[in-house]
């Protein structure tokens, strides 16, 4: 059970919670200071794995320029200083050539810097939905954290929390594809629970769509086993009819129903939709104003 302080500083963010653990004996007058790069090693647990090339580029040619401005946050490790809080600056000045950067050492036990290393990533928006769905896993399944405690830590509302456990339901592939950017996060929380959820999401990222796009082909895909043919239409079994209904719907992204008399040369195109959203993005495809 969290004591009555510390509770009070969950939801206002890391600077709150920081302000409840003391520094130890060993730091500066400013809290601050300069170690060997080679003493501080990067946390095991970082909930984040993605870096962006680009953003890390940015960052190395600033710290060779100006230096590492904000302090890197670690706890005191194993012999070394465990990173908390500041892996890219880290990794910068690796890159950079830095010898010394500056730091903070804070004493934190597991479940803290957990904690505040999920929160720091979240207050930067550096987490894609993923990373931050398992940081939440692990707050539960190491420490026992409930949905509520956690929406209280990271200031968010529960129902966030819940959205984001349940985005790790979904197969390996969706979630690489959430990791990398192909997919955001709308779209994973389209497909979670879809029975065709990979071949759903490929189709998303070949074709661009939108979420409201894919949500109209999920529909689709669930109405399409229960559709019925007219006796006049092609055979069930015609590759040639199933080929096109199936084009036709994932370029639309609605139901599709194609029927043609046997021997005619004409027949019928039924494009079911499920709302006045759904007809509305009909015509806007069919570039109807």
Known sequence: MMDAKRKSSLGRGLSALLDDIAAPPQASAHGVLHLPVADVVPNPGQPRRQFDESAMAELIASVKSHGVLQPILVRAHDGRHQIIAGERRWRAAQAAGLHEIPVVVRVLDDKQVAEIALIENIQRADLNAIEEARGYQKLIADYGHTQAVLADIVGKSRSHVTNLLRLLDLPALVQALVESG???????????????????????V???????????????????????????????????????????????????????APGATSGSLTIRFADLDQLDMLCSRLGIA
């Not at 192909?182 to 998303?204: F, Y």
């Open 206 to 260: 070949k074709l661009g769509l939108s979420v409201r796009a894919l949500e109209a082909l999920v529909a689709g895909s669930k109405a399409r086993p229960s559709k019925p043919r007219a006796a006049a239409a092609l055979p069930a079994n015609d590759p040639n009819s199933d080929a096109l209904e199936e084009q036709l719907a994932e370029t639309l992204g609605m139901p599709v129903a194609l029927q043609v």
């Open 182 to 204: 192909a997919l955001s996060m709308g779209h994973a929380r389209t497909l979670v629970g879809a029975a065709d959820a990979e071949n759903l999401a490929e189709r998303a």
